[in-house]
């Protein structure tokens, strides 16, 4: 008998579980952005708190200090902190920034989310 090995190959890892990650164009926006605020060691903060029009909603802030519950993640020089309670509503997520004819916007690519509201602010489990 033969036992063929479904694993994927060894240089293609899945993503941990309890990540977030950054857009090529989140990252440079947020890098702008942090320059702004004060320098490099400032991180845009994602949270997730109750309210908006589909139960919880996305909260973004410019931060320069980290707490024993937060947990960063960077790409390209770009630091997003996500506190371990909204990381549970975030999981596998990105945070890209967009722009369009009607304006610019930091955009939240949330799997865990069954549905959003219209403006893509909030959303519900």
């Known amino acids: 008998m033969t036992v063929t090995d479904t694993a994927a190959p060894a240089d293609i890892a899945p993503p941990p579980a309890r990540a977030m990650s950054l857009s090529a164009s989140a990252a440079k ?44 993640f960077e ?7 996500v506190d371990d309670t909204s990381l549970d509503l975030l999981a596998g997520g990105e945070v890209d920034f967009v722009e369009e004819l009607a304006g610019s916007y930091f955009k939240v690519n949330n799997p865990n989310a069954s549905s959003s509201c219209g403006c893509g602010q909030s959303f519900s489990l």
């Open 29 to 72: 926006r947020v890098r702008k952005l942090a320059e702004m605020e004060g320098g490099a060691h400032v991180m845009m903060r994602l949270s997730v708190s109750g309210g908006g029009c589909s139960g919880f909603q996305y909260g973004f802030s410019f931060d320069d200090t980290r707490t024993d519950e937060d947990h960063v």
């Open 75 to 81: 790409r390209d020089g770009a630091k997003l902190v």
